[in-house]
């Protein structure tokens, strides 16, 4: 026998006793530390842990084979009550809870209790200290129209109209937008552009009106907030107001309609408020978490916008748009209002001037994160985490308390089947983040303090944000390693309305026009939710998922109410989900998802769904750049060689795991430890060339929208730089040609993790 046999069985041998042991005495979960204090107040319950077994201690059969579900996720499905949705959203609602106030703390406090109570093995308040931006409740943000003489005509609301006349109480903000930089801007110039993309910006100085030291207004929709922020501050504006138009928030608006609460359109006086960072975490604390006695970059040294930013009805707006002059707009940019949309700068009468004035104010407060945990039985270092962040900037009745009432209805679940003995594999992790609505700061610095645990030991991120903003169809987009769970628990999960024709919750997402695109799923995770960090900097396999609108019928980019005071509960019980079925529907699905992939000895995970996606880079790459790529002497052909081998050893892969008969734990450890690392072996230290921050050198963001998503986004972000250069630019080609290979280099990294592990 070779030596290097012997050793290998010895150290097989010496892992899988380690492994029971670990198992047997439950010290092998690399858990999150509780103090003697948290010890005292019982926050860890016993668990009963077992050694490898074909059954559960009930007695139902673990799930193996084709299926992933087994008896647990049938009684899963059961258990869970529509009823106990609409109760928990009620709470949740009761009041606004913003990150980082004594409501927030509050809906934290209360989540561990219920948590604890309902059979958690281990919860915890984790707080991070980070960096917020709060509006000065004494100097209230407001945009003026100043006459000739100085005298103001007009003074825009910094609160919604209540729909009941009682005034809204201290749990409401008044509008703002978070990190908007305190400042005062007073000016007889105002543009008009747009939605606030590049382009628009572009379009504009083409019309030759200037952008640069002027006040801008823009519309919200299409792109994300903060990226307008950007982009007005690459064209050298001195501030920018957004506001909701009619045209996207209520088309009807001119006609008579009524909005909100007779419809779900929205309000004349509904001010959509939001963050406008565009980077993810506290940035104050980049790249390491914004723990006790951390150093914080000064405020100069922060990657936060510069030029103030403040947010308007479009009953407010509409005072500044109808005094604006200059050329009228082109067709395709005018909006709602029954105005003369113009470009600006001017205004229609001489001297008359526009103030912007924020008065936001940063301080570090602390965000609490609510973790619960499910020991597992044979895996507890493995970790399966549904996620949801909790804060909101209102009542939050779509955003994100619809999510979070689902969650509590999944724990509540989950823990009907802990109370009869059942436990699963591989642990569950459920997060409730904090402060996820300023730029998914619990979520970031969580990932930052566990970064080298669940760079080797998260199986998944199941996210949801918003589970309700609609009910016409489901929007899945995922990571390719989570199709196929997400696809076999489809059929398992009842439609949530028969009435329609459906059986399955499969057949409602096939057979109706699909919310996000075309394809069944997609791969836009983008950076509109908490899942970003995860897959952005672990690479950890990553879905989220919603129900939404039928995009044939309406266009919009968010949901009329998002954001706004209109956002409460009467919206969901009286107009979007009155029986809370989509719901019920989205927790099962969830619930089925999350069970399948910590109780299936072999990972439900399919590599060749890898090489679909993979091919799509190379296709949409040719396409779009193909005669430019030729041009400039770069070929495709070696990303081409690796994909094709890669597929080569996924299928290997696949094939091997599907014709087994007998796995020992430590095979069935192997293969899953092949599974997880694959996805992670697509971010890179150094991260884009244009976006260091961006690890992932497969999934990422649109550069000029993160609620946009680039399939290899170091590439892209090389390729619009080299293309857009107005003059011959080698050096920039020689980036394109280093991310090319560094796209390469991840791929066949994944091809390595695929092959047998005997063999390099």
């Known amino acids: ?71 647990a996720g049938e009684q899963l499905l059961d258990e869970m009550k529509a009823e106990n949705i609409e109760r928990y959203l009620r709470y949740l ?30 919860v915890l308040l984790q707080p991070y200290n980070v960096q917020l931006s709060h509006p000065d409740l004494a100097k209230p943000n407001k945009v003026y129209l100043l006459d000739e003489a100085g005298e103001v005509k007009f003074t825009s609301s910094v609160m919604e109209e209540p ?63 903060g990226d307008k922020i950007q982009n007005a501050q690459r064209f050298n504006a001195s501030g920018i107001i957004l506001y909701t138009d009619p045209r996207d928030y209520h088309p009807d608006w001119q006609s008579g309609e009524p909005g909100y609460p007779h419809t779900f359109w929205l309000p004349g006086s509904g001010i959509q408020r939001g963050s406008i960072l565009w980077r993810d975490g506290d940035p104050t604390t980049p790249y390491y978490p914004a723990l006790d006695g951390v150093y914080r970059l000064p405020e100069e040294q922060t990657d936060t916008p510069t030029i103030p930013a403040h947010t308007l009805s479009y009953n407010d707006a509409r005072k500044l748009l109808v005094n604006l002059g200059g050329q009228e707009v082109p067709p395709a940019w005018r909006g709602g209002l029954n105005i003369t949309y113009r470009m600006g700068p001017q205004l229609n009468t001489l001297g008359w001037k526009v103030k912007l004035e924020v008065n936001n104010v940063k301080r570090v407060l602390p965000t609490y994160n609510v973790i619960g945990m499910i020991r597992g039985s044979e895996e507890p270092d493995r970790y399966v985490i549904y996620a949801n962040h909790r804060d909101s900037w209102t009542f939050g009745s779509c955003d994100p308390s619809s999510a979070t009432a689902v969650q509590m209805e999944v724990v509540r679940a989950y823990g009907h089947l802990l109370a009869q003995g059942w436990r699963p594999r591989r642990s569950i992790v459920f997060g409730s983040w904090g402060a996820g609505e300023f730029g998914f700061f619990g979520s970031s610095e969580w990932v930052e303090e566990y970064l080298k645990v669940f760079q080797t030991r998260a199986v998944a991120n199941l996210n949801v944000d918003i589970a309700v903003a609609f009910t016409y169809n489901i929007f899945v987009s995922a990571t390719p390693l989570l199709h196929k769970i997400i696809k076999e628990a489809t059929k398992r999960t009842p439609a949530p309305d028969p009435s329609l024709g459906y059986e399955t919750l499969w057949d409602h997402w096939n057979q109706r026009v699909r919310a996000s695109s075309p394809d069944l799923m997609d791969y836009s995770l983008a950076s509109i939710s908490d899942h970003a960090p995860f897959y952005q900097r672990l690479g950890v396999p990553t879905s989220y998922m919603g129900w939404h609108i039928n995009y044939e019928e309406f266009k919009w980019s968010d949901y009329p109410l998002y954001h706004t005071t209109y956002e409460e509960f009467d919206s969901m019980k009286n107009i979007l989900d009155p029986e809370f079925g989509h719901h019920l529907a989205l927790g099962r699905l969830w619930a089925l998802m999350g ?30 750049y193909g005669p430019t790529l030729l041009e400039q002497g770069i070929s495709l052909d070696h990303l081409q060689l690796t994909i094709q081998q890669f597929e080569e050893a996924a299928t290997s892969f696949s094939s091997h795991v599907h014709n087994l008969t007998d796995v020992s734990p430590l095979l069935a450890r192997q293969l899953n430890d092949q599974l997880l690392l694959l996805e992670k072996c697509y971010t890179h230290t150094e991260g884009s060339s244009l976006r260091p921050h961006m690890k992932n050198m497969m999934f990422g963001t649109n550069n000029f929208n993160q609620y946009d998503s680039w399939l290899a986004p170091g590439v892209r972000d090389a390729l619009w730089e080299a293309t857009h250069c107005q003059e011959p630019c080698p050096q920039r080609w020689q980036v394109v040609r280093q991310q090319l290979s560094i796209l390469q280099y991840v791929i066949n990294s994944a091809l390595l993790a695929m092959k047998d592990i005997k063999s390099l």
């Open 163 to 225: 729909l009941d006349g009682v005034q809204y109480d201290d749990s409401i903000p008044p509008a703002f937008l978070a990190f908007s930089p305190a400042g005062t801007v007073v000016t007889e110039e105002l543009v008009y552009v747009n939605y606030g993309m590049y382009e628009d910006f572009l379009t504009v100085e083409a019309a030759g009106v200037r952008v640069g030291g002027r006040l801008v207004i823009a519309k919200f929709g299409r792109i994300f907030r």
């Open 595 to 624: 069970v399948g992939l910590a109780d299936a000895k072999i990972l439900p995970m399919d590599p060749e769904d890898e090489t679909v996606m993979l091919r799509r880079i190379v296709h949409d790459l040719k396409q779009e």
């Open 93 to 122: 609602t009761s009041k606004g809870h913003m990150a980082g106030t004594r409501q927030d703390l509050e809906q934290a406090e209360y989540l561990k209790k219920v948590w604890l109570d309902q059979g958690l093995d281990q």
């Open 1 to 71: 026998m070779a030596d290097w046999v012997l050793r290998g069985m010895i150290l097989g041998a010496l892992v899988a006793l380690l492994s029971l042991a670990l198992a047997l005495t439950g010290t092998g979960l690399a858990s999150f530390p509780l103090s003697p204090e948290q010890q005292e107040e019982g926050v860890t319950k016993t668990i009963r842990s077992r050694a490898e077994t074909t059954t559960s201690a009930y007695g139902g059969l673990k799930p193996s084979g084709e299926d992933y579900f087994g008896t």
